[in-house]
């Protein structure tokens, strides 16, 4: 068989990585999925340009967070195509190099989460620990904020969905305030989060949190940036149709509780009663011991 008509191939060092996926504008699968796939390729092949769905402010600002301002000249735009036509016109589609999180992971495979057809998104906890400590390492490099140790700059951080379409919790100030009561200096301790500020101003707070209480969300996602042990109560989806809280809490070592009576189909609401505030309350409690906080309790 004569080979003369095909064409030779040789391997080269590519010149763009892909960063593309569905759902990049969802605040979890931007942090958890795609920026760890750019630290897996910033840290193969420096200096590589980045194919992104679109411009977005949180799309620049955790990337320049993470490798610096000079990134912005690396980013490349599906959806500007002049940017693409004036750069990488004919060839870029060939040497684009994408990381998928296939099998094996590392120590934390996927046949934990055999049954969950988010599996195969699910970074390897090797990546997602590095991550953190590129974003904890920036953050500190921009302030103290990692670097304090001082109890009375540490917080509860309760996750509000407040607004969105799906999973808010119905009668929301009830349970903040069974959550109050329950703390000696609440306007000291107590966080509320909603996903309104900046991008940073959101890692920073997440990095001094002692404790996270949230419905099932994607604020969740910036515990990336919290210290190991800090502990999550979770109000659970029902049914619980994935494992992505499970994943994180294996791989970067955060416990976490759920308050199982606090429940939500993924787009309907939390409905609170006497009885499931009180038992959560009960959770944050005994959580709140258990990590050593019991000096917060009223």
């Known amino acids: 068989m004569s080979l003369s008509g095909f064409e030779i191939v040789r391997h080269t060092e590519p010149e763009v990585a892909s960063l593309l996926q569905v759902r990049t504008d969802n605040h979890y699968h931007w942090v958890v999925e795609v920026l760890c796939r750019a630290v ?3 840290n193969k092949y420096p200096g590589i340009s980045y194919i992104l769905n679109a411009n977005n402010a949180v799309a620049t600002a955790s990337l320049t967070l993470l490798f610096g301002q000079s990134i912005v000249q690396r980013l490349l735009y599906l959806h500007d195509n002049s940017t693409l036509n004036t ?5 870029y589609f060939p040497i684009i190099r994408r990381v998928l999180f296939a099998l094996p992971h590392d120590e934390l495979s996927s046949k934990q989460h055999v049954n969950d057809p988010w599996n195969v998104y699910f970074p390897p906890a090797t990546a997602l620990r590095s991550l953190r400590n590129e974003l904890r390492g920036s953050l500190t490099l921009n302030s103290n904020t990692c670097d304090n140790d001082d109890d009375s700059d540490s917080y509860i951080v309760y996750i509000s969905r407040s607004g969105d379409s799906a999973r808010q919790v119905i009668d929301e100030p009830k349970l903040l305030e069974a959550i109050e009561k329950l703390l000696r200096d609440p306007s000291q301790r107590l966080r509320v989060f909603r996903p309104t500020i900046p991008f940073e101003d959101q890692l920073k707070l997440f990095s001094t949190a002692a404790m996270v209480i949230s419905p099932h969300g994607a604020g969740i996602a910036n515990m990336i940036v919290s210290e190991p042990g800090i502990p999550l109560v979770l ?3 029902n049914p619980p149709t994935d494992s992505v809280w499970a994943h994180l809490s294996a791989a970067l070592q955060f416990p976490y509780w759920l308050v199982p009576s606090i ?3 993924y787009y309907t609401s939390y409905h609170l009663s006497d009885t499931n505030i009180q038992q959560a309350a009960d959770t944050i409690s005994h959580v709140l011991r258990e990590v050593g906080k019991g000096n917060w309790l009223a």
Do not use: A, D, T
């Open 87 to 91: 750069r990488y016109q004919k060839h």
């Open 263 to 265: 429940n939500s189909f």
């Open 235 to 237: 109000f659970p989806m």
């Open 40 to 42: 897996i390729m910033e």
